[in-house]
């Protein structure tokens, strides 16, 4: 059985193979010789790449978009952070505990909001 060899990343790789699959292991890269396999490769020539269309339509210029005023702010829905959480329990004498949640703490705000509203 003929031998075809190739060079890998770990050096010279070769193996036996059947004589009628020799030609598809050298379409694969592999070679029938040592020499062949270790000679080396000549240089491929870069692969043209196909210049890219120009668009049609130019973009606008940036002084040409409309510009969107806003005159009302957004709403915010989000709950509040720790750091407004604790300034409000702050503002209303609340000795905060570094261990509550922000839960427990949005509720002991709220129940001092509600005990100074009756």
Do not use: N
């Amino acid at each position: 059985m003929p031998l075809v060899f190739r060079k890998g990343k770990h050096g010279l790789e070769y193996r036996s193979e059947a004589p009628h699959l020799v030609a598809k292991r050298v379409a694969e890269g592999w070679c029938t010789s040592k020499a062949d396999a270790l000679a080396p490769k000549p240089a491929q020539p870069p692969v043209p790449v196909a210049a890219a269309d120009a668009p049609a339509i130019a973009a606008p210029v940036a002084d040409d978009l409309p510009v969107a005023v806003d005159d009302e702010p957004e709403a915010d829905d989000a709950p509040p952070t720790r750091a407004e959480l604790e300034a409000k329990a702050a503002e209303l004498g609340i000795k905060v505990d570094k261990r509550w949640s922000d839960k427990t703490l949005g509720e002991r705000i709220e129940s001092a909001l509600t005990s100074s509203e009756g």
